[in-house]
């Protein structure tokens, strides 16, 4: 099965920038829907971004609309999210998760492999 590695989280200050990555130890694109969750303290988790499979559709999560993107990197069988304009409210663990259904879905029980978590926080 597919291993889901994150890496770029950290500390940085509200207004900042990261950039999360997420490589896969095999093909995901044709293969797998990939996505973006956070979960913070006490919090459910939530769904951040998702990409289509095929690269055709990227949704982003209510709360990130605007200031976070997800990308992807077929070559190198990474995917990515740009996080902008951060906010002490997008503290969290930061997981990147692969669904190989077909039927594209944004919620965290659709997918079935995940990584180990980045944590990102964000001080006010």
């Known amino acids: 099965q597919v291993q889901l590695v994150e890496s770029g989280g950290g500390l940085v200050q509200a207004g900042g920038s990261l950039r999360l990555s997420c490589a896969a130890s095999e093909r995901t694109f044709n293969k797998y829907h990939m996505g973006w969750f956070r979960q913070a303290p006490g919090k459910e988790r939530e769904f951040v971004a998702a990409i289509r499979r095929d690269g055709g559709d990227i949704y982003n999560g209510d709360s990130v609309k605007g200031r976070f993107t997800m990308s992807s990197d077929n070559a190198k069988n990474t995917v990515y999210l740009q996080m902008n304009s951060l906010k002490p409210e997008d503290t969290a663990v930061y997981y990147c998760?692969?669904?190989?259904?077909?039927?594209?879905?944004?919620?965290?029980?659709?997918?079935?492999?995940w990584g180990q978590g980045t944590q990102v926080t964000v001080s006010s």
């Open positions: 998760a692969a669904d190989r259904a077909i039927i594209f879905r944004t919620t965290a029980g659709a997918y079935d492999h």
